[in-house]
């Protein structure tokens, strides 16, 4: 009986592990967004700054033409609903008589690097920088770059998932996988082998 209770504590423990470890791996986040979780990193930085520059209300933002402004836009009323932000502090391509800020997106991308320990797995590195201009009705006030990255670890078998997307930017190319000493020389002796035994197989079937 108390062996049974054991094994029965010992089940149950197992199928906790793997339904937590199937969580965390089957929750994967594709290119766009994890882009838009680093665009909210970045813009509350720039929250911060403004912040700490004591700027007046209201503020008007331009945003440069660029495929994932709106994710600039998005953040930053995310940021603004999230914490004590003034309502109107956000105008975008308002006219304003006090100051202005304009935020350029100089890069936003996704690339997926080798890893030399795992050949089954690759590195994604997803990266935004901002470049942001601060003035006032009369003059230049401030201007700084604000970069961040997140880098994770992906499958080779989940790349063609997480890279599909409507949006340019959060497409990238997708590696080569090297082939282990296993997949290249042993492999395809078996299948070979294989085919070779099934092939010997039915013709001896046949000509019995």
């Known amino acids: 009986m108390n062996f049974s209770f054991k094994s029965i504590l010992f089940i149950l423990f197992f199928v906790l592990h793997f339904t937590i470890q199937c969580e965390e791996k089957c929750i994967i986040k594709n290119n766009f967004e994890m882009l838009d979780t ?4 970045a813009i509350s930085e720039v ?8 700027l007046q209300v209201p503020v008007c933002f331009n945003i440069s033409n660029n495929e994932a402004d709106f994710l600039v836009e998005k953040n930053f009323l995310k ?3 999230n914490e004590d932000f003034p309502n109107n502090f956000f105008q975008k391509n308002a006219y304003c008589e006090a100051n202005s800020i304009k935020i350029v997106i100089e890069k936003i991308d996704v690339n997926f ?8 797995s690759v590195y994604r590195n997803s ?6 201009l601060v003035s006032d009705k009369n003059s230049f ?3 700084y770059e604000i970069a961040k990255s997140i880098q994770d670890t992906l ?12 949006f340019s930017f959060a497409k990238t190319e997708i590696p080569q996988k090297d082939l282990t000493i296993w997949n290249k020389y042993f492999e395809p002796v078996i299948v ?10 039915f013709f001896t079937v046949r000509s019995k």
């Open 38 to 41: 680093v665009m909210y990193l």
């Open 47 to 54: 929250k911060t700054k403004l912040q700490m520059s004591e």
């Open 79 to 81: 940021v603004r609903n």
């Open 113 to 120: 690097q080798k890893m030399k320990s795992n050949k089954d």
């Open 127 to 132: 990266n935004v920088k901002l470049f942001v």
């Open 141 to 143: 006030v401030s201007s």
């Open 155 to 166: 499958n080779y078998n989940d790349l063609e998932e997480v890279n599909r997307t409507n």
């Open 192 to 201: 070979v082998v294989s085919a070779a035994i099934v092939t010997t197989l």
